[in-house]
């Protein structure tokens, strides 16, 4: 008997450690990032944009007093917030251009995109070569106009060469000049421009 308070003090403490393991799982579970961005889909916006084919009328007529009717022949749908942090994604042009319609958005020339993806390409030298930054440097520093056109590069440059380009620049360039040379120049730039 004269040990049953001690069992008892041992299991409010051994609950309390349980409380407070799982409290830290959720929050590293809240804040668990993937390169920066969150790994979740929680807590995206979502947004309702109406099919083109729906039409908004307003009445006032005394017997209606100011009704709105909307006549939809189609059903809405529903688009995702993109990720605003990743331009490296290939879906990053599409998922933006689908969030702001009808508002179109400048794409990066193919053409340009062909010949910005070969320079990078060829920017990587052998191991026994130096490998060319300033390239780097001039496509993604002075080149590149928003991080749609970032998106559209990464796009051409997987379609050419079956490779993700961040992980290409990763692989020949120092974590610093990736910084210098890619990641602060990419952060400068803006979202997107419109037509």
Request: net charge positive.
């Amino acid at each position: 008997m004269k040990n049953t308070g001690v069992y008892i003090g041992l299991g409010v403490i051994a609950m309390g450690g349980v409380l407070l393991w799982q409290a830290k799982a959720r929050r590293r579970k809240e804040q668990n990032t993937l390169g920066g961005f969150a790994s979740s889909r929680e807590g995206l916006k979502v947004k309702t944009v109406p099919s083109p084919s729906t039409s908004t009328s307003t009445s006032s007529s005394p017997s209606t007093r100011n009704t709105t009717s909307t006549t939809t022949s189609s059903p809405s749908r529903v688009v995702t917030e993109p990720n605003w942090r990743d331009p490296f994604d290939m879906n990053y042009a599409k998922e933006v251009a689908n969030w702001l319609s009808p508002k179109r958005v400048l794409f990066l020339d193919k053409s340009k995109a062909l010949n910005f993806a070969k320079s990078i390409k060829n920017a990587k030298g052998a191991w026994y070569e130096n490998d060319d930054e300033q390239i780097i440097e001039q496509i993604f520093g002075k080149e590149l106009k928003d991080k749609i056109q970032v998106a559209n590069l990464s796009q051409i440059f997987w379609e050419l060469y079956q490779q993700d380009l961040w992980e290409f620049l990763k692989s020949f360039l120092s974590s610093r000049e990736v910084d210098h040379y890619v990641s602060q120049n990419v952060q400068k730039l803006a979202a997107y421009r419109f037509v």
